[in-house]
Every structure is written in structure tokens, then in C-alpha cells.
């Protein structure tokens, strides 16, 4: 770019209202962006060691993790624990299936079963 990058202080050779409309929108952004970091939603934590047994080729399967006052308003997330390896083939995904409880729902994209160990699973439930 000739002359260099872009910066905020090249907003004094635009004209005045284009300067001032370019100003109000960085504003308007960064409240935005301070709003949203202010507001951190809760969330519940929760682990359990689930057995899956053996995924099928093509399928899926499911186990439930107990978690106090998860409830349908809220958002799951669950993966194994740190330093655990979940075979290759296998996708996740999480749920919240009922009062208390969230699914943990193991997908196996491939042609073969795969047999899964029982791992430890950290579930989160964003309310």
C-alpha cells in the first residue's frame, strides 16, 4: 500500500463526516465488545467415566453424564479428559437430554466398528 498501512490518525485527511461516522463506529464496536466480555454467562461443571463399549460402523452411541441443575436452557460441551486419546474415527458431541442430565454422543465416521475405552469425560453447561 503506498504511504504505508492504514492507521486511526489517517482519519484526519478523510473528510469531517466520513472521519466522524469512522470514529462512531470503532466506539460502538468496542462497547459492544466490553458489553459482551462483562457479561460471562455461568456454567456448571461436571465429570463421569463412561463406557461406551464398541462404536459400529456408521453410528453412534450414548451415555449420560448426572450433572446438578443442568437444565434445557442450557448449552453442553464435554470432551475427554487431558492427556486421554479417543481412537480416530470418532467424532463428539454433547447435549443437555433432561433436568440434571447431558449426553455425551460418540459418532464413528468410519467403515469399521472401534472398540472405546472408558475414559474420563468434563462436561460444561453453559446456563
Known amino acids: 500500500?503506498?504511504?504505508?498501512p492504514w492507521r486511526p490518525a489517517?482519519?484526519?485527511s478523510l473528510p469531517g463526516e466520513a472521519a466522524h461516522v469512522i470514529n462512531q463506529a470503532v466506539r460502538e464496536i468496542n462497547g459492544r465488545i466490553d458489553v459482551v466480555s462483562a457479561q460471562?454467562?455461568?456454567y456448571i461443571k461436571g465429570s463421569s467415566t463412561l463406557a461406551f463399549g464398541t462404536v459400529g460402523a456408521q453410528s453412534t452411541v450414548e451415555a449420560t453424564v448426572h450433572i446438578s441443575n443442568a437444565n434445557s436452557n442450557g448449552v453442553a460441551h464435554a470432551s475427554?479428559?487431558?492427556g486421554i486419546q479417543i481412537p480416530l474415527g470418532l467424532h463428539w458431541s454433547a447435549y443437555v437430554s433432561g433436568q440434571n442430565q447431558v449426553r455425551v454422543r460418540l459418532s464413528n465416521i468410519t467403515g469399521a466398528p472401534i472398540a472405546v475405552?472408558?475414559?474420563?469425560?468434563?462436561?460444561?453447561?453453559?446456563?
Not at 117 to 127: F, H, K
Open 10 to 12: 489517517n482519519i484526519k
Open 117 to 127: 475405552p472408558a475414559v474420563l469425560w468434563n462436561v460444561t453447561v453453559t446456563l
Open 80 to 82: 475427554p479428559a487431558q
Open 40 to 42: 460471562q454467562r455461568p
Open 1 to 4: 500500500m503506498a504511504g504505508g
